[in-house]
């Protein structure tokens, strides 16, 4: 529309130039204050359109986080807090809304007003100068049909000029995404990788290793400290190594650089030898399981929820074993077995079903290397021995890295790591740390306390 009606208005003000230049000098005579008044309106309603849209998102954001967490809501009574900030941003938004509604028609009463004064005008002097002799009736009537064919045109200049802002800032949200940093890849060929470990196996560089390893958060102030600082550690080929702090102490944190989910600020982390960063990342991901703390299931059934954690190959076999190691046999009770939905995030199960089920997809592809965040921590007690129980039989298997609170869960583990503010205190058994490390045996005591 921007396009074909510019060409008609530039066709309309030659043809009316040529028919009788002066009465066409005159209908130009309001382009200037026109596009004056065009280049400050794009200006202010760009801005106002792209706080509108920000707006929409805050709006949208606390709909559907009220909707997901409504048992929350319920629960904590917080219902007219909820609706009393949904009246404030709508509020917000409506009063922006005007301000757009506003701009758009002072803008078109502008474009509108002028031209047909123009017109009127024209109109008046070309029949002075019919009357004068100096301008045929004729040309006169053609002059104004041409005139008043433009005006659709430039009436709906304001209006495109409007969609063309809506457009033009919510193109920049877009690209603002578009363009943020991807996730940089390894450029390391597979056949040149697959060389490494058997070289430096031999120099004790197997299984997972941190290499001096700092992290801090991108968008954290410069003068604040490392979140992991000098993180220095060894689990051995085959081994298990739990994590074990206070709250606070960047457990999870140095868990989440294993698979990338975090880059390190600083030093490195390898996998039988080789360089994390110099593996493509679908590589990398394949060698590496994780289970979070917090599960999360996707609106799919039991089954596809669990082999997401498996190659394309894994069937029922791999299904059923995974679901047993992780205690989660209640799956073949539900309604429709494996094959039944659990829902959006899973809500239809408990916390600790929804916990099992992520142990299972985390184990089902037979990882090398397994990354569990507490895995446990949802599971009573005598769920949680059966689970151990097996856990014991797949971490035989594997090289793991685990982040424990309670002691069970740390004698799953051959070694412990006891990290305090972000660095590593001490390496050693549970039984051995008992026994020297002061910390540490508070940390397990209150541990076993609350497990009381």
Known sequence: FLLVNAVTILSGIAIMLAQQWTLGLVLLAPAVPVMVVCWLFERRYSEVARRAQDQVGDL???????????????????????????????????????????????????????????????????????????????????????ALAL????????????????????????????????????????AAAATVPAARESDGEGGLRFHGVEFRYPDAPADAPPVLARIDLHVRPGESMALVGATGTGKTTLTALVPRLHEVTSGRITLDGRDITGMPREELRELVAVAFEEPTLFSATVGENVLMGAPGTAGRAELDRALSVAQADFAHTLPQGTGTQVGEQGLSLSGGQRQRLALARAVVGRPRFLVLDDPLSALDVHTEAAVEAALRRVLAETTALIVAHRPSTVLLADRVALISDGRIAAVGTHHELLRT???????????????R
């Open 60 to 146: 949208t954001t606390v709909v559907e986080e009220s909707v997901l967490g409504i048992r929350i809501i319920k629960g904590f009574g917080r219902h007219r807090s909820q609706a009393r900030a949904f009246r404030e941003l709508s509020r917000t938004l409506r009063g922006t809304e005007l301000a757009k509604a506003r701009l758009l028609a002072s803008i078109w009463g502008v474009i509108v007003t002028l031209p047909e004064f123009a017109i009127g005008t024209a109109l008046v002097l070309g029949t002075i100068q019919v009357a004068d002799g100096r301008l045929s009736a004729g040309t006169l009537v053609a002059f104004l049909s041409t």
């Open 151 to 190: 005006r659709w045109p430039v009436d709906s200049i304001g209006f495109l000029l409007a969609m063309s802002q809506e457009a033009a800032t919510a193109t920049e949200r877009y690209f603002e995404v578009m363009h943020a940093t991807p996730e940089s890849d390894g450029t390391t060929t597979v």
């Open 437 to 451: 490390h002061a910390e540490y045996a508070h940390l397990m005591s209150g541990a076993e306390e609350d497990g």
